[in-house]
Structure formats: structure tokens, C-alpha cells
């Protein structure tokens, strides 16, 4: 059954720690991203990433970091630098990003990061 | 960058009836136009999408239409059921996807 889990589906953290967020996918997608949703502004892109090892900045990448050592694990550390880190994390993943974006993304069902 | 400003924030509508949610984006640049359906505690999924050279698609009860000039698109969907209430998104892209913010849907029973 191929798809992308994300893992924890809640997670709590005390302000001032870095949290890392699980991404998987075995569907045999190049390209991989992360978005960030708060509720009435849609999604965000944080991070994405074409290719194993390769990684660029979206849109709100301060305060994130992510690493792409496997073609089917993307994971997303919040850092305590990210000033406001509570959200709901989606990760998705599309075939590749060669074809001007026009390709399907896929996403997990998300992990709702909890900053107390 | 891209900016994508969706129309409603929520919709309230009797089963049965239509549905209808517009966009319109800023870079004319922009070439392909998904929308996706999010029910609660899950992620998006895509239910159907444009691409810049097509001014309409239809699937089932569902169809979009393109506005190049205009720099607008809308989803249509008809006979809508208790199971089309959901967070409808928008989103335009060249190479990477710029979303709006979103549309509750609520049908009534």
C-alpha cells in the first residue's frame, strides 16, 4: 500500500527545544516538501527538495532545517529558533519537480506540533 | 512570489444545491492550477486540476474553470452531499505550488 506517513500525529514540546518530524514515502517520488498550515492562511512551504542530498528554502525556512540522505525520507527539525513553531506539519512528495510544478503532490496526514 | 487569494473564507449551502469558490492569482506566469479537499485531522488530497492551455475540466460533479486574462479560476461543484463538506484549497504554480487560504464548506442536510 504505497503513500507518506508522518510520524507523530501529536507531539508536545517545551519551548526552547529542537523537535525533528518524520516523513516517509514509498511511492519512488524524487521530489519531497514540507509545508506549514495555520488555520486561515492556507499552506506554506518551508522546505522542499528535488533530488537525494539536495534542498532548497521555501518560502518560511527560518527557524527549519531538513536533511535528504534517502530518496524516501524527508524529515523536518523545528529548531528554537522558529519564534512561533505550534502548527499542523504536512509533508508531501510529487514524481519530480523538473516538469514546472505541474505534477500531483501527495501528502501525508500530518503532525500537529504542540509547543507548550 | 506568487499570491493566490481565495473567495469565500466559508460557505454554507443546502444539499443539493451548488458550490461555487473563486481565485485569482497574480503572476501570469502560472501554469498549472490544482485544487485540493481536506477533511478534518487529514491531509490534502487533489481532486481535480488545470492546466494553462485548457479553459475548462469536468469530473463528475466537479469542474474548473480558467480565466488566463483575468487571472482567475473557479470550482464548481454540483448536487453537493453531506460528504463534500470539507476545507477546499486553491493553488497556482510555475514550479512550485503558491496556495490560497482556504474555504470551509459546510453542506446542510
Known amino acids: 500500500d504505497g503513500g507518506i506517513t508522518q510520524s507523530p500525529k501529536y507531539l508536545f514540546r517545551k519551548e526552547g527545544q529542537n523537535v525533528t518530524l518524520s516523513c516517509e514515502q514509498n511511492l519512488n517520488h524524487d521530489a519531497m516538501y514540507w509545508y506549514r498550515q495555520d488555520p486561515g492562511q492556507g499552506l506554506r512551504l518551508i522546505y522542499y527538495?528535488?533530488?537525494?542530498?539536495?534542498?532548497q528554502k521555501g518560502d518560511i525556512a527560518e527557524g527549519y532545517s531538513v536533511s535528504r540522505e534517502k530518496k524516501e525520507s524527508f524529515p523536518l527539525t523545528v529548531t528554537s529558533a522558529q519564534k512561533n513553531p505550534t502548527a499542523f506539519y504536512l509533508c508531501a512528495s510529487s514524481i519530480d519537480l523538473l516538469a514546472g510544478g505541474q505534477n500531483e503532490q501527495f501528502f501525508g496526514p500530518g503532525t500537529r506540533l504542540t509547543v507548550l | 512570489g506568487e499570491n493566490v487569494e481565495q473567495h469565500p473564507s466559508t460557505l454554507s449551502v443546502q444539499e443539493g444545491d451548488s458550490a461555487v469558490i473563486k481565485c485569482t492569482y497574480s503572476d501570469s506566469a502560472s501554469n498549472y492550477f490544482p485544487w485540493y479537499k481536506q477533511e478534518l485531522g487529514k491531509g490534502p488530497q487533489l481532486i481535480i486540476d488545470i492546466r494553462s492551455n485548457v479553459g475548462e475540466k469536468k469530473d463528475q460533479r466537479i469542474a474548473v474553470t480558467l480565466n488566463k486574462t483575468a487571472k482567475h479560476f473557479s470550482l464548481h461543484i454540483t448536487e453537493t452531499q453531506p460528504e463534500d463538506s470539507a476545507v477546499y484549497f486553491c493553488a497556482a504554480s510555475i514550479y512550485k505550488l503558491s496556495f490560497g487560504a482556504g474555504t470551509t464548506v459546510t453542506v446542510r442536510a
Open positions: 527538495s528535488q533530488i537525494v542530498n539536495d534542498f
